[in-house]
């Protein structure tokens, strides 16, 4: 087990810059997820960290050392790739040992370590099949045995169920969080699924075109976004996200959203001019008595819940409600918001601290 400490970071490819100035911490056996879309630095900021790219500037600690000069052989890291990275001529059983034997360990040591990681996947009927015939979930066992057997201090994870269908990926995902708990090694994993890294991980990292919007614990990331990227990237669906002019001044505990008042969490940073207030879909409830107004022009069946769009004077407002709540597509109706669940956020994108946020977006 180790923590991770990442010091301004900062990787350029020529006049590129990959990655900017990041700065976080992975505490000692926390499953962390560097989040973020294609592009955004995360898969360069994991290589770093394994030592496959050396960073143009920052300090990477590792356990107490610091390693961002050093070459990943010098890292006790084991790294698990996107495609497995198998050998094909190989057995899986050769390909789970395969480290052991490169490190010279006696034969005894090596059958016992590969038949208890085997035991540990659940591959041990395996063991003597060709990589090549197995199914892509059996694949990515072997391919995870193939890391577990050395005991590295951490594990890299490069999006290894980025290539599983959509059911057998979500099966995957817990038995990784499983295993990760039974061994208690810090977990680096890289998505750009933020379903998958909600459900998976202790602590998250969102990166947008190099930079660190926000880290912190999915919940309070989901509940207090940084930034509008943050809100509109974390929650399926997004933050509702409207824009809109108006004074929020230190102290301010409402906004005007097209002359009606709305109740927000104390504003401790003020600003003045245009502003966007967020709120999420289940924090939004249809009430008729309410001053500012929608018009319902969709709604999508969920099962246990339905989304209905709104069309109002500051834009469309998604509202998760229970199914049987009966709607009618062209009706005007209140909208009334769960006011301690409100965001709002300057021209800049950065969210406006509150009392109710302030220590969360500390964080980032």
């Not at 990959?18 to 592009?39: C, N, R, W, Y």
């Not at 198998?86 to 059958?111: C, D, E, F, T, W």
């Not at 045995?145 to 980025?162: K, N």
């Not at 107004?293 to 969709?298: Q, S």
């Amino acid at each position: 087990m180790a923590q991770i400490i990442i010091k301004n970071l900062r990787k350029e490819f020529g006049a590129f810059t990959a990655v900017q100035s990041s700065s976080f911490t992975i505490e000692d056996g926390e499953f962390f997820m560097l989040l973020g879309p294609s592009g955004c630095g995360k898969t360069t900021t994991l290589r770093m960290i394994a030592g496959l790219e050396l960073p143009t500037s920052g300090e990477i600690y590792i356990d107490g050392a610091e390693v961002s000069q050093k070459p990943a052989s010098q890292r006790d890291i084991a790294f698990v790739f996107q495609m497995f990275a198998l050998y094909p001529h190989m057995n899986v059983r050769k390909n789970i040992s395969y480290p052991l034997v490169s490190q010279g360990m006696p034969s005894a040591q090596v059958r016992a370590k590969v038949a208890e990681v085997a035991e540990i996947l659940g591959i041990t009927a395996l063991l003597d099949k060709p990589v090549s015939g197995l199914s892509g979930g059996d694949r990515q066992r072997v391919a995870l045995g193939r890391a577990i057997v050395r005991d590295p201090s951490c594990f890299l994870m490069d999006e290894p169920l980025g290539a599983l269908d959509a059911e057998f990926r979500e099966h995957m995902a817990l038995e990784l969080r499983a295993l990760h708990d039974r061994m208690g090694a810090t977990t680096v994993y890289v998505t750009h699924d933020q379903l998958e890294a909600m459900q998976m991980g202790d602590k998250i990292v969102v990166m947008n075109h190099g930079v660190v919007e926000q880290f912190g614990k999915p919940q309070d990331i989901y509940d207090w976004p940084a930034t509008t990227f943050v809100a509109k990237f974390i929650g399926s669906p997004a933050m509702n996200l409207l824009e809109f002019n108006d004074m929020a001044g230190n102290g301010a505990t409402s906004v005007r959203l097209h002359d009606t008042a709305i109740e927000v969490p104390e504003i401790l940073t003020g600003t003045n001019g245009q502003l966007t207030f967020g709120v999420r879909p289940e924090h939004v409830h249809l009430d008729d008595a309410a001053g500012y107004r929608g018009r319902i022009v969709a709604s999508e069946y969920l099962g246990t819940t339905q989304i209905i769009t709104l069309d109002t004077q500051l834009g469309a407002v998604k509202a998760r409600i229970k199914a049987d709540v009966a709607v009618r597509i062209g009706d005007t109706t209140g909208l009334r918001f769960d006011s301690r669940s409100i965001s709002l956020f300057g021209a800049n994108g950065h969210a406006l601290v509150s009392k109710a946020n302030q220590k969360v977006l500390n964080h980032g």
